[in-house]
């Protein structure tokens, strides 16, 4: 099977570094990774085999320091997803947050200044703290105990959530222009777009981790 005929999902859980190209492209990995490299390409006027070409190429020489997880043990990922993704997101939040309300304040008479994006980060980060609760109080403990198998309906709510979190993304870029800084933007602004740039990318990147390789390996174990 060529790589432009795999899902998303699996190239990114095939290849490390992959989901870096993906972002490139704007393609979602995530909670749009079960539809093939070909199709999502179609789908946004893009070239499958020159991306495919990209990601042959990364597969034959793998960038240095990056990490498969997909041969990780349960155990692994899991304290990396907690310590790269759970611990960043709780920092994240809250400073974006702040940051859009005082770019709300001040040049709320623009028409491209992004109301409602502070309310929307404030509803984002009550949503992720409850899911991420969940994930270290219930399902990661019986992941870690071997108990995987028996997970399958923390597993469905989880990926149910997880689908919730990509539409806030999805929210997230319709209130922002797609993250697309205006004109004359002052540094608060600027500060927060890159803050949210680096959000966007690190929760898709760890609903992946989940979905495609913790929670897939943990129901089949």
Not at 17 to 23: C, D, V
Not at 54 to 70: I, N, Y
Not at 128 to 155: N, R, W
């Amino acid at each position: 099977m060529t790589l432009q005929d795999q899902t998303l999902g699996q190239l990114a859980r095939q290849i490390p570094g992959a989901t870096h190209i993906f972002h490139e492209f704007d393609l979602d990995f995530c909670c749009g990774g079960k539809i093939t490299l070909r199709e999502a390409a179609q789908q946004k006027g893009l070239e499958a085999d020159a991306i495919g070409a990209r990601l042959a190429a990364l597969k034959a020489e793998r960038e240095p320091g990056d990490r498969d997880w997909g041969t990780a043990s349960p155990s692994e990922l899991i304290d990396h997803i907690l310590v790269r993704f759970h611990d960043r997101h709780r920092e994240q939040l809250p400073e974006l947050a702040r940051l859009a309300r005082r770019v709300e304040t001040v040049h709320g008479d623009r028409p491209d200044c992004p109301a409602g994006l502070a309310d929307h980060l404030d509803a984002m980060r009550q949503e992720l703290e409850s899911h991420m609760q969940k994930e270290e109080q219930v399902l990661f403990p019986m992941i870690k105990g071997g108990m995987g198998p028996m997970a399958g309906g923390p597993i469905q709510v989880m990926r149910m959530e997880h689908d919730g979190h990509g539409e806030a993304l999805q929210h997230l870029a319709e209130l922002t222009n797609n993250i697309t800084l205006p004109q004359g933007a002052c540094n608060t602004w600027r500060a927060l777009y890159v803050g949210l740039r680096a959000l966007r990318e690190d929760l898709m990147e760890h609903i992946h981790l989940e979905n495609n390789i913790l929670f897939e390996n943990a129901e089949h174990a």
